[in-house]
Nanobody, 128 residues
Framework: QVQLVESGGDSVQAGGSLRLSCAASGYTTRACMAWFRQVPGKERERIATIYTGDASTYYHDSIKGRFTVSHDDAKNELSLQMNNLTPDDAAMYYC??????????????????????WGQGTQVTVSS
């Protein structure tokens, strides 16, 4: 059973940094993993993805150059290093995963893939 547990959310001032983590369990295959964020009244936004097979990444334009997504294969842990935070980054941040089937994917496309497994979310607050 796939489980994802996020941690690291906090309240910081603009310009500060945070590191979010997501401990994944219940699968051993390669996977697409992603960070989404959502503010009340808006749709959930995909901001970063990584394919654990080759560590290829995708970033939404709004976070390019400030956030870095990574995956620790030994721990099966997804991370998001967030630097130079602004009030616009305040949101609930969610980790998501989609394990690759044994037969493999024809195309990875983690930035477009539907994710069936989600964490409970971790709140990030940024004050100006």
């Amino acid at each position: 059973q796939v489980q994802l547990v996020e941690s690291g959310g906090d309240s910081v001032q603009a310009g500060g940094s945070l590191r979010l983590s997501c401990a994944a369990s219940g699968y051993t295959t390669r996977a697409c993993m992603a960070w989404f964020r959502q503010v009340p009244g808006k749709e959930r936004e995909r901001i970063a993805t990584i394919y654990t097979g080759d560590a290829s990444t995708y970033y939404h334009d709004s976070i390019k150059g400030r956030f870095t997504v990574s995956h620790d294969d030994a721990k099966n842990e997804l991370s998001l290093q967030m630097n130079n935070l602004t009030p616009d980054d305040a949101a609930m941040y969610y980790c998501a995963a989609e394990p690759e089937p044994i037969s493999g994917w024809i195309t990875k496309m983690c930035f477009k893939r539907r994710y069936n497994f989600w964490g409970q979310g971790t709140q990030v607050t940024v004050s100006s």
